[in-house]
């Protein structure tokens, strides 16, 4: 059963016996049901030759093991081939050679690659035929190649995936002018304004949710191309949802771009995996969508490093806007959530301290209503504290702040965590979670929110971030259980 709650409205005097007004809320009516959800993971450069194919040599399992975890958990996984699957001569007037052969196409399967964007400037290297040998090696895998074709017509085909009843489609379009366009011969799917905007608004009325990669913009600058940019506002303007960028071997910031759905472009997404040196060469960032019928429903930024050529995990940015607590991270929600209207109700007896919000609902999974509060109480002293001076762990009146579960029939202590440092000034619960609000503990004003994951014993908690906003619940992906969000942000 879902619960949500407001914010404290008062600071309580529990103890007193008296019957008071908190931010509680009593059982509300099911959220309305959200629709089914996919989970599309996006990343940039994937570069297999050269310094690279020693590494796949050896141990091709190795490569992508750092992340095989999030890519397993993705529905759809979608990167830019930099190399030619070939066993064909380097033919192209450019000196990086590139290429790499046909049988690495099975690490990029064994890691969970599902799509593989092939229009860039280095698709043909190994010439027209090294092209097709590309295409052979991607689909022999069971793996997906868009933008690149014996033909025109053959290279301007979308793929589409069916992911439990949402259509997610790709494009793919190469905006440097110098991979061969496909014409009558072998080629690429080449950035032809005209052209493609048609293609993209065809594919918009077709599929529930539309991916377009570009691989363009000035390599190694540091910031959003203007000439990316320029293509991410109009593929936007044509209904795609995701503007999935590369080819700069940097990253760039990612945008949401409104339109007649919130687009999320990321121009750059840098290298994956690649051989060139440098910090900023070797990090890559990994986009991952979760999107409905309607398009866009949140996402999330990650980062990696291959200093060694072996990609690992690093991060998960921080949220921009509204955000939800979902899959062990915080995500960007691009529209505002449906979440319940809560209602008030009394608490009185609270005898652990000064009550300043609490929420009633099943946050144990036993089926029965508890109480999550969040109090002060006099501070008391212990070594640990000691051999940290540098925080403060009392307010000025010389209280504590805590948080704490509890069975409402008596006020049975269920679970209560130690000093908080950042008092929790406001929550809700949700399915076995709650949503926070923080301030500190001699200034109201809110300076953080977090989310709190019951394990069974007590909670795991996710980062704070930083900012004003109000906890509320919602269904965001689809699987019938609320998750913490925090909206007004």
């Known amino acids: 059963m879902r619960f949500a709650t407001l914010l404290a409205i008062a600071l309580l005097c529990g103890s007193c016996g008296e019957i008071v007004e908190v931010g509680t809320t009593v059982a509300e009516p099911p959220l309305p ?27 091709p399992g190795e490569v992508f093991a750092g992340v095989r975890h999030l890519l397993d958990g993705a529905d759809v996984v979608g990167g830019n081939l930099e190399s030619p699957l070939t066993t064909l001569p380097h033919v192209s007037d450019n000196e990086n050679q590139l290429e790499a052969t046909p049988e690495a196409a099975a690490a990029l399967a064994a890691a969970g690659f599902d799509v593989m964007a092939l229009p860039n400037n280095h698709s043909t290297d ?21 933008g690149a074709g014996p033909n025109l017509e053959q290279a301007s085909l979308p793929a589409v995936v069916d992911i439990d009843g949402v259509t997610v489609g790709f494009l793919a379009f190469d905006a440097t002018g110098v991979g061969a366009p496909a014409g009558t011969e072998p080629g690429v799917a ?23 990669s570009v691989h363009g913009g000035t390599e190694y600058l540091p910031i959003t191309d203007p000439g990316m940019a320029e293509i ?32 999320v472009a990321a121009t750059s997404l840098g290298n994956f995996l690649f051989d060139q040196s440098g910090p900023d060469r070797t990090t890559g960032a990994m986009l991952e969508i979760l999107a409905a019928s309607d398009g866009v429903v949140a996402y999330r930024v990650g980062i990696s490093e291959h200093p060694d050529r072996r990609v690992e995990f690093v991060e998960w940015l921080p949220p921009v806007g509204d955000a939800v607590w979902l899959h062990d991270s915080w995500w960007s929600l691009t529209l505002t959530p449906v979440v319940a209207t809560p209602a008030p109700v009394e608490i009185s007896g609270f005898r652990y301290g000064d009550l300043t919000a609490a929420a009633a609902g099943d946050i144990t999974g036993d089926g029965l209503s508890d109480i999550v509060a969040s109090f002060r109480r006099p501070h008391r002293q212990t070594p640990l504290m000691e051999l940290r001076p540098d925080v403060q762990w009392a307010d000025a009146s010389g209280r504590s702040a805590h948080l704490g579960v509890y069975d409402p029939d008596g006020w049975r202590e269920i679970w209560v965590a130690g000093t908080v440092v950042m008092p929790v000034a406001g929550l809700t619960i949700c399915d076995g979670a709650i949503a926070t609000v923080h301030d500190q503990l001699d200034d109201p004003t809110l300076v953080a929110a977090g989310a709190w994951d019951w394990n069974g014993f007590g909670f795991d908690t996710a980062p704070t971030i930083p900012g004003s906003g109000t906890p509320a619940c919602a269904d965001i992906d689809g699987d019938g259980s609320a998750e913490p969000v925090i909206v007004d942000r």
């Open 190 to 212: 080449s950035w032809d304004e005209p052209l493609a905007l048609a293609s993209v608004e065809k594919l918009r009325r077709e599929v529930d949710v539309l991916v377009v």
């Open 232 to 263: 991410a506002n109009l593929l936007a303007a044509a209904g795609a949802d995701v503007v999935w960028g590369h080819g700069a071997h940097v990253i760039h910031p990612v945008q949401l771009i409104d339109g007649p759905r919130s687009t």
């Open 33 to 59: 049901a959200a629709g089914p959800t996919a989970r599309i993971l996006l990343v940039g450069d994937v570069m297999l030759g050269r310094g690279v194919s020693r590494v796949l040599a050896s141990d």
């Open 126 to 146: 190994a010439g027209p035929a090294g092209l097709l040998d590309t295409i052979a090696a991607v689909t022999s895998t069971g793996m997906v190649a868009v």
